[in-house]
């Protein structure tokens, strides 16, 4: 390999759109790897780029940081990933990826019958809740498809979402 084809953290940071606090971020949750140099500066392999795409993909569809840690997990460290290792990938995610789709289809359907009444509120809502039933069912909201009801825990549970950064923040110029 050749120093040519390895990337700094601003760099690195500059390709991707990812701060570079996300960066290390990352690096510290195993979804990226960086070798040192002699003055110990991070030097990220040019594939870092691949798997960050992944990273900002996988979060705009919703999967959590451990489901994108357990993917990127299965690749290849020593090569960038082929087409057949992301479709591997993808193969595994397909069906969650559909049931998330089909939540959020049935959420919008809820939405428009919900307005459609003009109450605009599931909790006092005569057609939707009466009498409060839905508070034996247990605490959160009911009335969402499960899907979209499951809590997603902070990537570190030690942290509070202020002392993290925010991994999908832009690289401020």
Request: glycine letters at 6%.
């Amino acid at each position: 390999m050749r120093s040519t084809d390895l990337l700094s953290v601003g760099q690195l940071a500059q390709r991707s759109g990812f701060s570079p606090s996300a960066l290390r971020f990352y690096e510290r949750q195993g979804l990226i790897s960086a070798s040192r140099t002699t003055g110990n500066q991070r030097r990220y392999q040019r594939s870092m780029l691949r798997r960050l795409a992944f990273v900002r993909a996988a979060q705009n569809v919703g999967l959590s940081l451990d489901e994108v840690r357990d993917a990127l997990a299965t690749l290849p460290r020593d090569r960038a990933p082929t087409q057949a290792d992301w479709a591997r990938i993808s193969r595994r995610w397909r069906r969650r990826l559909g049931d998330q789709i089909a939540a959020l289809e049935a959420l919008r359907d809820g939405l428009e019958s919900c307005i459609g009444c003009g109450c605009l509120s599931l909790k006092r809502c005569a057609l939707s809740n009466p009498q409060d039933r839905s508070a034996a069912q247990g605490p959160g909201a009911r009335f969402l498809p499960a899907g979209l009801r499951a809590a997603r825990p902070l990537a570190d549970p030690t942290a509070t979402r202020m002392s993290q950064p925010d991994p999908l923040s832009p690289v401020r110029s």
